[in-house]
């Protein structure tokens, strides 16, 4: 499976911003997807959950309210929605699909909020 992210950017507080991970190689459909975050100095951490069966979502505490999580499996793509972005959220953004005990990552995309 390979994952391609995209959406990443520069942008100021307040801003908006929609990452894009599409796969290629299998189909979505039956795996939970997520987005993690790794920031320079920081312990990597999840951003945002899709699971396959019933498209549940989680989202960590820093992401409740303001991100989105969603999929297209139709498209094969997952997608997270970010609202009201904070300079705390400058990271790079990890695709990540999970398909049992397997899990691949993307490579990343660049999201940097100024102040």
């Known amino acids: 499976v390979q994952l391609q992210a995209s959406g990443g950017g520069l942008v100021q507080a307040g801003a908006s911003l929609r990452l894009a991970c599409a796969a290629s190689?299998?189909?979505?459909?039956?795996?939970?997807m997520s987005w993690l975050r790794q920031a320079p100095g920081r312990q990597r951490e999840s951003v945002a959950t899709?699971?396959?069966?019933?498209?549940?979502?989680y989202y960590g505490d820093s992401a409740k309210g303001r991100f989105t999580i969603s999929r297209d499996n139709a498209e094969n793509r997952v997608y997270l929605q970010m609202n009201a972005l904070k300079p705390e959220d400058t990271a790079i953004y990890f695709c990540?699909?999970?398909?049992?005990?397997?899990?691949?990552w993307g490579q990343g995309t660049l999201v940097t909020v100024s102040s």
């Open positions: 990540v699909a999970d398909y049992g005990n397997t899990r691949y």
């Open positions: 190689g299998r189909t979505i459909g039956s795996a939970t």
């Open positions: 899709i699971t396959g069966i019933g498209s549940i979502t």
